[in-house]
């Protein structure tokens, strides 16, 4: 097991940029699989972006492909979530979460290991 935290949300203004951190301790943080996901009020989650733990390889969704950049930082045991150009339809509670696997999976129910979540409220 991991334990993982995030970091890094606030209210934006559309356009605008935040970095959000999702910082992990415990077992081995560079053999996770690391996606984000996010949830709005009255949707299911759904994933956001991925990284594999070895090789770099990274995943996103349609909606924030060009504008969301992931990356980690093993040897800081922490996993970033690069968000540009922001959209008031991008307004969620964002959350990482991390397996045991080369690859990240898009499912949510693949995961044992979430975060408590990071609001991130885009205005218009």
């Known amino acids: 097991q991991v334990q993982l935290v995030e970091s890094g949300g606030g209210l934006v203004q559309a356009g605008g940029s935040l970095r959000l951190s999702c910082a992990a301790s415990?077992?081995?943080?560079?053999?996770?699989?690391v996606g984000w996901f996010r949830q709005a009020p009255g949707k299911e989650r759904e994933f956001v972006a991925g990284?594999?733990?070895?090789?770099?390889?990274?995943y996103y969704t349609d909606s924030v492909k060009g504008r969301f950049i992931i990356s980690r930082d093993n040897a800081k045991n922490t996993v970033y979530l690069q968000m540009n150009s922001l959209k008031p339809e991008d307004t969620a509670v964002y959350y990482c979460?991390?397996?045991?696997?080369?690859?990240?999976?898009?499912?949510?129910?693949?995961?044992?290991?979430w975060g408590q979540g990071t609001q991130v409220p885009v205005s218009s």
């Open positions: 979460a991390a397996e045991i696997s080369l690859t990240p999976s898009w499912s949510a129910g693949e995961y044992h290991n």
């Open positions: 415990g077992r081995t943080f560079s053999r996770y699989a």
């Open positions: 990284i594999r733990w070895i090789g770099g390889g990274t």
